[in-house]
């Protein structure tokens, strides 16, 4: 995903976000259907009637697409959106995630990234593209839980992320249990004591 900050100019014509919407559709239709081995710069290309030369000035590689495509259909953290108490907006967060990993795209970048390496560009980019955005929203929102009395702090705000995050994500590799509502409700309530 192109980065939220000022990026320097580039040579030749601006990025379309046009184009780039029609390489994360075909990304995600492949994603849909073949999972994440399906996803290459040659079928993105195929399927968008996008070239491989602009596809590539949006993303370094296909499994950055991917994830990008897959990001884009969980749903993006929302953070920055103030519409809501920030404890309850946490909550949505992380439903929303349990909803990306319970469809078959979810499953399918779970099963590859569990197979992965850690050093892999599919393995980087899910760290980099979902679960570091994800967690930076995530502390956003529990800074802000402090800062209103929603929350007690917590002694370490990193652990207090590792204790939420981690159970999700041992949960999605495993495989042993589902991630439901339930479940990451029940993780809010372990980590985070309201300030009743």
């Known amino acids: 995903m192109p980065s939220q900050s000022p990026s320097p100019p580039t040579r030749g014509r601006p990025r379309d976000p046009r184009t780039r919407a029609t390489i994360l559709a075909a990304a995600r239709a492949l994603l849909e259907r073949g999972g994440l081995t399906a996803v290459t710069i040659e079928a993105i290309a195929s399927k968008s009637g996008v070239s491989r030369p602009t596809i590539y000035r949006y993303w370094?590689?296909?499994?950055?697409?991917?994830?990008a495509a897959f990001l884009e259909a969980s749903g993006a953290p929302t953070a920055t959106k103030a519409s809501r108490s920030p404890l309850n907006a946490l909550r949505a967060q992380l439903?929303?995630?349990a909803d990306a990993f319970a469809a078959p795209s979810g499953?399918?970048?779970a099963a590859m990234v569990a197979a992965a390496q850690s050093e892999t560009e599919l393995a980087k980019a899910f760290r980099n593209e979902f679960?570091?955005?994800?967690?930076?929203?995530?502390?956003?929102?529990?800074e802000r839980c402090i800062e209103g009395k929603?929350?007690?702090a917590p002694a370490d705000i990193d652990l207090a992320l590792d204790l939420i995050f981690g159970p999700l994500f041992y949960r999605l590799l495993m495989g042993h249990a589902p991630i439901t509502h339930?479940?990451?409700d029940q993780l809010v309530d372990v980590v985070v004591h309201s300030r009743d």
Do not use: W, Y
Not at 131 to 142: C, G, K, S, T
């Open 131 to 142: 679960i570091a955005r994800n967690r930076d929203a995530a502390r956003v929102l529990l």
């Open 107 to 109: 499953r399918s970048v």
């Open 60 to 67: 370094p590689n296909a499994p950055a697409v991917a994830m």
């Open 150 to 152: 929603q929350i007690s």
């Open 182 to 184: 339930a479940f990451v």
């Open 95 to 97: 439903r929303a995630l």
